[in-house]
């Protein structure tokens, strides 16, 4: 069965730098890929979908990279601000239509 | 007002009885999910539907049953609740593309 791996479950980085989270795959092919943001109590909140013909894609301070050779996608939060802090979750459909979730990664931002 | 809801909020329930999870979207979206979130596994997918009356089995459909009479509507029921089932269970849809997601708040479950 597919397997997701988020990298480390928590990372912390300091207010301006840029953090980078990673999403590894494996017994899959994806032809869809997301990242959600979910802040505690709440449902995740979708931020940006990648597709399989699509190497990167960029909205705001935010870019995503998807290799399917290297089965991975790399999410960079840009210029981070503590209002960044959040639980981030990356998913992964064949369909467009049925998504298997990672665990997520936990970011804080440090003033 | 728009958006997807989940009711209740919160449940306690005990091993055994008969568990209604509500979810409600105002947007029409074709798809709707249930997904389970624990500890450790992430959000796994527990039934799906692509229309009013299509539903499909996810991940762990085991011991959860789903209709879709509408489209709007689309709840969970645990038929016989176990301690198991014990987590945080959230509602989402999308639109025939699939490109997004929309969650509704979750709701919290125990089972005793």
């Known amino acids: 069965s597919q397997k997701i791996e988020q990298n480390s479950e928590a990372l912390n980085i300091q207010e301006g730098k840029t953090a980078t989270l990673t999403c590894n795959y494996t017994n899959y092919s994806p032809a869809y890929l997301q990242w959600y943001r979910q802040d505690p109590g709440r449902g995740p909140v979708f931020l940006l979908l990648?597709?399989?013909?699509?190497k990167e894609k960029r909205k705001e301070r935010l870019k995503v990279t998807f290799d399917t050779t290297l089965k991975q996608s790399l999410f960079h939060i840009t210029a981070s601000q503590p209002a960044d802090s959040a639980t981030y979750l990356c998913a992964l459909s064949n369909t467009g239509n049925q998504f298997y979730f990672g665990t997520g990664t936990s970011l804080t931002v440090i003033p | 007002d728009a958006g997807i809801t989940q009711s209740p909020r919160y449940k306690i329930t005990e091993t055994g009885r008969q568990v209604t999870l509500m979810c409600h979207q105002t947007w029409s979206h074709s798809y709707m999910f249930w997904y389970r979130q624990d500890l450790g596994h992430g959000l796994r997918l527990i039934y799906y539907?692509?229309?009013?009356?299509?539903?499909d089995k996810g991940e762990v459909p085991d011991g959860y049953v789903v209709s879709r009479s509408k489209t709007e509507n689309f709840p969970l029921t645990l038929e016989s609740a176990t301690r198991s089932q014990t987590s945080v269970y959230f509602c989402?849809?999308?639109?025939?593309?699939?490109?997004?997601?929309?969650f509704g708040p979750g709701t919290r479950l125990t089972v005793l």
């Open positions: 539907s692509a229309a009013a009356d299509i539903t």
């Open positions: 989402a849809s999308s639109d025939f593309s699939g490109d997004t997601q929309y």
């Open positions: 990648i597709r399989e013909n699509e």
